[in-house]
């Protein structure tokens, strides 16, 4: 499905939660002094800022197919390179020490062939290392496929049902343990401690939402589908005493040592 460009801005709104799985999978990185690494989907650029943080004297790319996220990432971090790229449709044509990918591969199709494909760009004694949200195992995904699946909007939002490409741990393990020496995983259940649930709706508007929105042409449709959305959360995601909303989001890593 072709899909509009992200909002940056939107996206970065959030940057506190989507930023911690990026720090606890760089930090587990078993390489020393890698030469050159790429941050594949690295949108606005602040994941790759962790890599670069952590090895400051490698070489870096940031990639990604959005020109929306490479703008933000060249304006915001000038001094590194970046590259519109598709890694579905183009074919990379250099090696890296450390390939790295956060929250970004279940946008892209067809596993096993991309994860051969990342893994062939790893240098000898090099790391693929990956997380990716298991969002089809939080109450959140029920919440919004309850709506687009409603009689009123099946006709535009029911085709958006599973539309990220998310496998199963174990399924994972049999693809990398093909391709890499070593093969770590492990899976954090990150609690998210949202002042209400509109919070929620919000942080998912430039993400696992955006792809509804985008079958939408009114806005008057997609608020009306947003809210129906907020009374749904409501229901899966109980207020706390203090009206804060608990949101647990969990993440699934994987590290492959060549
Ligand atoms: C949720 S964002 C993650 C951004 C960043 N890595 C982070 O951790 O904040 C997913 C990114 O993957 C990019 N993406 C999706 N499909 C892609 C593809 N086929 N090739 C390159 N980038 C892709 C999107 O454009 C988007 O910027």
């Avoid at 183009?90 to 096993?112: C, K, L, P, R, T």
Wanted: glycine letters at 4%; one cysteine or more.
């Amino acid at each position: 499905m072709a899909q509009k460009d992200w909002n940056p801005d939107l996206y970065l709104k959030f940057n506190k939660e989507r930023i911690q799985p990026s720090i606890d999978l760089v930090s587990r990185i078993e390489i020393n002094e890698p030469e050159k690494m790429i941050d594949i989907g690295c949108g606005p650029g602040n994941s790759t800022q962790i890599l670069a943080g952590r090895w400051p004297e490698s070489k870096l790319l940031g990639i990604d197919k959005s020109e929306a996220m490479i703008a933000k990432a060249e304006a915001d971090f000038p001094k590194q390179k970046w590259k519109i790229f598709d890694v579905e449709a183009e074919e990379f044509n250099d090696s890296y020490n450390i390939v790295y990918s956060n929250a970004a591969i279940q946008w892209m199709g067809q596993h096993e062939q991309l994860l051969k494909k990342l893994s062939d760009i790893v240098k000898p004694e090099g790391a693929l290392a990956v997380q990716v949200p298991l969002f089809y195992s939080m109450p959140l995904s029920d919440s919004i496929s309850r709506v687009a699946t409603l009689p009123k909007w099946q006709p535009k939002t029911g085709s958006v049902d599973r539309l990220f490409t998310i496998l199963s741990s174990s399924e994972y393990y049999d693809i990398l343990s093909n391709l890499f020496a070593r093969v770590e995983m492990w899976q954090t259940d990150y609690i998210h401690i949202m002042e209400s649930h509109s919070s929620i709706l919000e942080m998912m508007k430039s993400t696992g939402l955006k792809p509804y929105l985008e079958k939408l042409e009114s806005e008057s449709d997609k608020k009306e589908f947003t809210e129906t959305v907020l009374g749904e959360i409501k229901k899966d995601y109980p207020m706390q005493k203090d009206g804060k909303v608990l949101f647990p989001f969990i993440r699934l890593f994987f590290v492959g040592y060549k």
